[in-house]
């Protein structure tokens, strides 16, 4: 009967993000989220909870949760049965259709759980004495990447203790480009348990940022050794937008000096499609299980895949891109004594032609320059 529960809500929910999948374009205002394809979704969801059998009590959170396809993927991984869905999201017609989401995935006890609000300025779901954030096994977030929060900002600031790293300044111009991703980035880091595993969805430029708010963020994960791995994502995976986007693993398991941390540049694979006028691309489920088999083996694959200590992240100025690590290739073809020197003549000659073609537009510009005289032109 389990079983077949089970597959009944999978298939309820694949209909569910079918409906919801142009929510955004099709209206959902200045707070809709952006909809997580179901493939990263998955990603994120088998790297935290992996294939163990044996959990109970599991919480699970999401601070930006929109209509919640990452904590319905979560939720399948871990099991319906065993977990308890924690969320919040500033934007109301997102909070009531991830109520509607709940109900579909038998997920009906976690649905007083589920809150409306500015996660920011006021996270809803705290300690019992209402001083610190909630701890939760397992966070995910999508947060939208960049947004006019200027409204806020001063508040937000205000909890230094919470936002470590900074909040971003009002710019002058284009207020939309304020960098909210960065303090989610903070709070979900925040509300993890000791032992809790995180994972986040950013802009790929974050992951070697050299200076500001996300280096110093990325200088936390590596020297505290919370990040664990990083996947960048293929271009155009997001129907609303065309940004390049990473996902961040979190791991609050303590590590020793020798841990490593895993990079997959998985940005050649996936397959195009059309979807309206735009070209998109989706990853297939054969390449998803590559992704995660190579995570969870920590395996090393050329032009894919790097495995580095801690340590060697802090000597590439904390960069968490696969490809900065990757070895050049110089390729090195074996030739006979005749042929080099036959190549030899024959480049000492192009050569010799450029240099003597050379010589001859010297010469002409000299020549040129002066016959150059000085004409007085009279004032009229």
Known sequence: MRKSLHSVTIFFAAIFEYLIKDYNTAGGGKYAEYYTPHSIATIMARLLVGDSKDLHNIECYDPSAGTGTLLMALAHQVGEDKCTIYAQDISQRSN???KLNLL????????DKVIQGDTLVNPYHKTDDGNSLRKFDYVVSNPPFKMD???????????????????????????ESMAIYTCFIQHVINSLKDFGKGAIVVPTGFITAKSGIENKILKKIVDEKIVSGVVSMPSN???????NVSVLIFDRTPKNDDDTVVLIDASKLGEEYKEGNNQKRRLRSDEV?????????KKTVEDFSVVKTYKDIQKKNF??????????KIEYVDITAEEFNAQLKA?????????????????EIQKQLKSLRFNDCETK
């Open 347 to 363: 480049d000492t000659e192009e050569l010799s032609a450029m240099f003597k073609e050379s010589r001859k537009l010297e010469e």
């Open 319 to 328: 960069s968490l891109s696969a490809g900065q690590y990757f070895d050049i």
């Open 96 to 98: 009531k259709m991830l």
């Open 104 to 111: 579909l995935n038998n997920l009906v006890l976690s649905l």
């Open 289 to 297: 299980k590559k992704i995660v088999d190579t995570f969870r083996g």
């Open 237 to 243: 995976v997001f129907a609303t937008t065309g940004t």
């Open 149 to 175: 929060f200027s409204d806020t900002r001063e508040k937000i600031a205000l909890q230094t203790q919470k936002f470590w790293a900074g909040v971003p300044n009002v710019p002058a111009k284009k207020k």
